[in-house]
C-alpha cells in the first residue's frame, strides 16, 4: 500500500462508519389499513408497523413513527405475513411440449437449472411468496447455490429451505434401463441399505441441504417404517427435517409411522391414515393440484380432472379429519401466461373448491407452513422481534382469498420487493 492510499485510509474508514450508522438508523414506518393475523384469524386496524435492520420493531395503532423514518401508506390496503410454499422444484421446469421428468433432467445442466431458479426464485417472491421449501430434483445441488446467491444478495428470491438431492430406494422416480443406471444422478441418491441412507443425509448435509427429501413409494419396493425412522433420526442429529412424497396408502402410512415431520402430496391417503398423521402430529403438505395445472401436468383434460378429483377428495377428508395442513404447490412445469409465483397462488382455488374458509387457508399458507419449516421464531408473522416479511393485498383475505392473486406490495427481510 502506497503513502497516499494509507492517508485516505481514515477518511474511508470514516465514511464506511457513517453510512453504517445512516443504514442502521433507517427505519421504515408501515402504514396498515388492515392487519391481519392469520394465526388468530383477526384484523386490526389502523395499524403502524415499525421496521428496524430487516426485523420488525414495533407493532400498534399508537406507535410514534419516529422523525426521519420513511413512511410506507398502506392505509388502504390489507397487510398481512409474506406466503410460503412448501413444496417448490424452483429448478426445475418442463416445457409444455415436453412434460416428462427424465427427459427434462437428463437434457439440462445443473448451470442451466440454477438459472431457471433465479427466474423461479423471482417470480415466487413478487406474488408474495416471501419462504420456500424446496424439495429436491435441482440437478448437482443447484438449490443450495441459489439458497447461498439469495442469502448473499445476487439474486432476488424468498428465504429458501432447501433438501439438496432427494433420497429414494434404486430408480428413484424414474424408470431406467441396466445399461445406463447412472441417469439416475445426480436427480436422486438412491439409498437402499442403511449404510447408504446415512452417507446419503451427510451428504446433503455437508453440501448445503437443510431439509431431507425422501421417495418413499415409487418403485414397487417401498422404504419400511424402519428404513424411515432410521434417515429421520439420522437427520434428526443435524436439526434436519424429513419431508417425504408417498403416492400410495402404504407409504403415507410407512412415512407416518417412520417419524417425518411432512407427508407430500399423500393422495392415496384413507381416512385411517389421516387420523394417524393427526394423531402423530404430521403435516399434509397435500400439492392440491387446480384442474388447469394438472392438465399441464401433461394429463389430458379428461383423465386431469380425474386427478384433481381424487386431490379435492382427499383435501376435503383430510380437512374435515382436522389434519395439520402446510401450502405446497409442486409446480415445475412452465404454463403459458403464467409466472411460477402466479401458478403457485392459482392452488388455493382447490381449497376455496373444497369449502375451506379463508382463515383455514391463510393459516395453512403461513402460520402452518412456518412451523413445519422450523422458521416459526423468525417467520411467519407480524410480530415484534421477528424479521419483516410482509405482503398488502388491495382486500381482506379473510373476506376475499382470491385478493392473495393481486398482492401489490412485498416486503422481505425489511426490504421491499415490490411496490
Ligand atoms: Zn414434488
New binding site residues.
Given amino acids: 500500500m502506497n503513502r497516499i492510499r494509507l492517508a485516505r485510509l481514515p477518511i474511508l474508514l470514516l465514511t464506511f462508519a457513517l453510512v453504517s450508522v445512516r443504514a442502521e438508523a433507517q427505519i421504515t414506518a408501515i402504514k396498515a389499513g388492515k392487519l391481519v393475523d392469520p394465526a388468530t384469524g383477526t384484523t386490526a386496524v389502523n395499524q403502524v408497523i415499525l421496521v428496524e435492520n430487516g426485523k420488525i420493531k414495533g407493532v400498534g395503532s399508537g406507535l410514534q413513527i419516529p422523525a426521519g423514518a420513511k413512511v410506507i401508506d398502506l392505509s388502504r390496503a390489507t397487510v398481512l405475513p409474506g406466503l410460503f410454499d412448501c413444496?417448490s422444484?424452483m429448478c426445475q421446469m418442463t416445457l409444455p411440449d415436453n412434460r416428462d421428468l427424465f427427459t427434462t433432467d437428463i437434457r439440462q445442466t445443473t448451470s442451466y437449472r440454477a438459472i431457471i431458479g433465479v427466474k423461479s426464485a423471482r417470480e415466487y417472491l413478487e406474488s408474495g411468496f416471501t419462504t420456500v421449501r424446496d424439495?429436491?430434483?435441482n440437478g448437482l445441488y443447484a438449490d443450495t447455490a441459489l439458497r447461498q446467491a439469495i442469502e448473499n444478495d445476487i439474486v432476488p428470491g424468498p428465504t429458501v429451505i432447501n433438501a439438496g438431492r432427494i433420497i429414494a430406494p434404486f430408480g428413484g422416480q424414474y424408470h431406467l434401463q441396466p445399461e445406463r443406471p447412472e441417469l439416475g444422478n445426480p436427480e436422486y441418491l438412491f439409498a437402499d441399505t442403511h449404510d447408504e441412507m446415512i452417507k446419503a443425509v451427510r451428504q446433503n448435509v455437508q453440501f448445503g441441504a437443510l431439509v431431507i427429501k425422501i421417495v418413499v413409494d415409487d418403485q414397487k419396493y417401498i422404504y419400511t417404517p424402519e428404513d424411515i425412522r432410521f434417515i429421520v433420526e439420522e437427520a434428526r442429529k443435524a436439526g434436519l427435517k424429513v419431508a417425504a412424497?408417498c403416492m400410495t396408502e402404504q407409504g403415507a402410512r410407512n412415512a407416518i409411522e417412520g417419524g417425518v415431520a411432512s407427508v407430500?402430496?399423500g393422495f392415496r391417503m384413507s381416512d385411517e391414515t389421516l387420523e394417524l398423521a393427526k394423531k402423530n402430529g404430521t403435516v399434509l403438505v397435500g400439492?392440491d393440484f387446480p384442474e388447469k395445472a394438472a392438465e399441464y401436468l401433461g394429463l389430458p383434460p379428461d383423465i386431469a380432472l380425474k386427478f384433481h378429483n381424487i386431490f379435492l377428495d382427499r383435501l376435503k377428508r383430510a380437512f374435515k379429519v382436522g389434519v395439520t395442513m402446510a401450502y405446497?404447490t409442486?409446480t415445475?412445469f412452465q404454463v403459458p401466461g403464467e409466472t411460477r409465483g402466479t401458478l403457485a397462488i392459482s392452488y388455493i382455488d382447490t381449497f376455496v373448491e373444497a369449502g375451506i374458509s379463508p382463515k383455514e387457508i391463510l393459516k395453512i399458507m403461513t402460520t402452518n407452513a412456518a412451523s413445519l419449516l422450523g422458521v416459526e421464531k423468525q417467520r411467519g408473522a407480524i410480530k415484534e422481534g421477528l424479521y419483516a416479511d410482509m405482503i398488502a393485498t388491495p382486500e381482506n383475505p379473510l373476506d376475499n382469498i382470491q385478493t392473495l392473486k393481486k398482492v401489490s406490495f412485498v416486503m422481505k427481510n425489511g426490504r421491499i420487493v415490490k411496490q
Avoid: S
Fill in positions: 413444496h422444484h424439495v429436491g430434483n412424497h407430500e402430496h400439492t405446497g409442486d415445475f
